[in-house]
């Protein structure tokens, strides 16, 4: 059974760092791109970051862009999000994403609190 587990986030003040970890099981995670996505309060799910499965490209929403970096580590089934300067607007529950042309599987998510 495929599982994607989120893991890393928490309370922090404004200005600070965050690495979320996203440790899939049971799929070939070459064949997945994979994304990470938020959501806050009262609001839409919205894309934040995604790296591709085999060229490891990288695209950003605008409002991370220069502050959040994706990354994965195939040798540990795992996908990253660095997230430096963290803004208090930055705080949703983070989900990472993986999705191939068959199949497409979500975390359960990862609070991340941005409050001084």
């Known amino acids: 059974q495929v599982q994607l587990v989120e893991s890393g986030g928490g309370l922090v003040q404004p200005g600070a760092s965050l690495t979320l970890s996203c440790a899939a099981s049971?799929?070939?995670?070459?064949?997945?791109?994979k994304r990470w996505y938020r959501q806050a309060p009262g609001k839409e799910r919205e894309f934040v970051a995604i790296i591709t499965s085999f060229a490891g490209d990288t695209n950003y929403a605008d409002s991370v862009k220069g502050r959040f970096t994706i990354s994965s580590d195939s040798a540990k089934n795992t996908v990253y999000l660095q997230m430096n300067s963290l803004k208090p607007e930055d705080t949703a529950v983070y989900h990472c994403n993986m999705r191939s042309s068959y199949a497409d599987y979500w975390g359960q998510g990862t609070q991340v609190t941005v409050s001084s």
């Open positions: 049971a799929l070939t995670f070459s064949n997945y791109v």
